[in-house]
């Protein structure tokens, strides 16, 4: 288990405005058809569309996931045209997730992170996590675990394998967000990461992750 989490994901852009209402449709496309976890995602769209509102200032009216003639749609309004046009700008953004090694000496790092140091890259990407599962601790805490695919397990045992004693980091769409240290050589399946400030920052996490993996967001006019 791993116990360094660093920051949590938010939008804190404040947006204020007046009168009227705009609204906004999506066409959701998700990359699985298991039934469980179509319901998983279509209420972590909803919680990952609100907080992003919420975190610009901004009031959701009429938040839905439902099924169309051509597929599952997502809808809202807003107030502010320019809470709807950067809520676009951030859905339909491509979602990037990196899993570095902490640069040796004299080694040039692909990335710095500010207070962390650089990072180089491993190969391991959103391609290779299946999913993130979010949990409480009984310290009120938060814990997350990261389920690879077959292939990013057989990537991240190369990884601990190689690097025992040092960090890794898993950035977010460029961000640091969990910098973990190598404790052991083996690793078995998943990765857990403990001691997260509180339960729901964990959910928040797992939220944005899962449906920055599976989900993509096409809006309709």
Request: hydrophobic share 40%.
């Amino acid at each position: 288990m791993f116990r360094r989490f660093i920051v949590g994901l938010s939008l804190s852009t404040l947006l204020v405005g007046c009168g009227g209402s705009v609204s906004s449709t999506y066409r959701l496309q998700f990359d699985t058809e298991d039934p469980s976890r179509l319901t998983l995602l279509s209420l972590a769209v909803m919680r990952v569309v609100e907080r992003r509102l919420q975190g610009m200032g901004e009031d959701v009216r009429g938040l839905d996931v439902s099924q169309k003639q051509g597929g599952p749609e997502l809808s809202f309004s807003v107030v502010t045209e320019a809470a709807a046009d950067l809520l676009r700008e951030d859905l339909t953004a491509p979602f990037e997730l990196r899993i570095m090694r902490e640069a040796k000496e004299k080694e040039t790092p692909t990335m710095e992170a500010e207070g962390h140091g650089g990072f180089v890259e491993t190969q391991i990407t959103q391609e290779h996590l299946e999913w993130i599962e979010a949990a409480e601790e009984p310290d009120n805490k938060g814990r997350i675990t990261l389920e690879f695919t077959e292939e990013g397990r057989k990537l991240m045992r190369m990884i601990f394998r190689e690097n025992v004693g040092k960090n890794i980091g898993l950035f977010v769409r460029g961000r640091l967000v969990a910098k973990l240290q190598v404790d052991t050589a083996e690793l078995k399946d998943d990765i857990i990461i403990t001691g997260i400030p509180s339960a729901e920052l964990a959910r928040v996490f797992a939220d944005d992750v899962n449906v920055g993996l599976h989900v993509t967001f096409t809006p309709l006019p």
